[in-house]
Antibody
Framework: EMQLVESGGGLVQPGGSLRLSCAAS????????IHWVRQGPGKGLEWVASIGTAGDTFYSDSVKGRFTISREHAKNSSYLQMNTLRAGDTAVYYC????????????WGQGTVVTVSS | SYELTQPPSVSVSPGQTASITCSGDKLGEKFTWWYQQKPGQSPVMIIYQDFKRPSGIPERFSASNSGSTATLTISGTQAMDEAVYYC?????????FGTGTTVTV
């Protein structure tokens, strides 16, 4: 059974950093693009970042320059390094996958909660 | 930046048909996807590439995309279909989600 399991969320002060992890299992990780999507409290879905199978990366304007997405094929994992965090980054962060670039997100993790507050 | 607009809410009686629109500039020239999210759960893809249903998604879910509007239709709506529905498309290399529509049965 395929799974995406996020971890690393927590409470962090404004200006702080956090690293999220996404562990994949049950499918051939290297064949899929990986994405991070977030959902603020009571809000809709917001795409954050994507990484292709070859390591090409894309970011939303709201996180560009502050967040870095990466992947480690040997560990079937993706990471989201989040720096200079703001209150507006408070959200549930989901890891999701797609079969290739510019397609939909066919499987999602359960999410990890990030709270930015002093 | 590209935007996708959905009605905030749709109310439907059990067994009736619910239609949810998603509007965006020249949306019909892009592929759209639809996701269902129930309270406390992660989103689930229910439509891909405008009208296709992933395996396991009931036939009562259908969709179309033309002009500037994509439409998700739920025929014979059931109580279990109460959820928030999001459309999604790509604007070059940026994924864009619709504003979300709460369906109340």
């Amino acid at each position: 059974e395929m799974q995406l399991v996020e971890s690393g969320g927590g409470l962090v002060q404004p200006g702080g950093s956090l690293r999220l992890s996404c562990a994949a299992s049950g499918f051939f990780f290297s064949f899929y693009d990986i994405h991070w999507v977030r959902q603020g409290p009571g809000k809709g879905l917001e795409w954050v970042a994507s990484i292709g199978t070859a390591g090409d990366t894309f970011y939303s304007d709201s996180v560009k320059g502050r967040f870095t997405i990466s992947r480690e094929h040997a560990k079937n994992s993706s990471y989201l390094q989040m720096n200079t965090l703001r209150a507006g980054d408070t959200a549930v962060y989901y890891c999701t996958r797609s079969t290739d670039a510019l397609t939909g997100f066919d499987s999602w993790g359960q999410g990890t909660v990030v709270t930015v507050s002093s | 930046s590209y935007e996708l607009t959905q009605p905030p809410s749709v109310s439907v009686s059990p067994g009736q048909t619910a239609s949810i629109t998603c509007s965006g500039d020249k949306l019909g020239e892009k592929f759209t996807w639809w996701y269902q999210q129930k309270p406390g759960q992660s989103p689930v893809m229910i439509i891909y590439q405008d009208f296709k249903r992933p395996s396991g998604i009931p036939e009562r879910f259908s969709a179309s995309n033309s002009g500037s509007t994509a439409t998700l239709t739920i025929s014979g709506t059931q109580a279990m279909d109460e959820a928030v529905y999001y459309c999604q498309a790509w604007d070059t290399t940026t994924a864009v989600f619709g504003t979300g529509t709460t369906v109340t049965v």
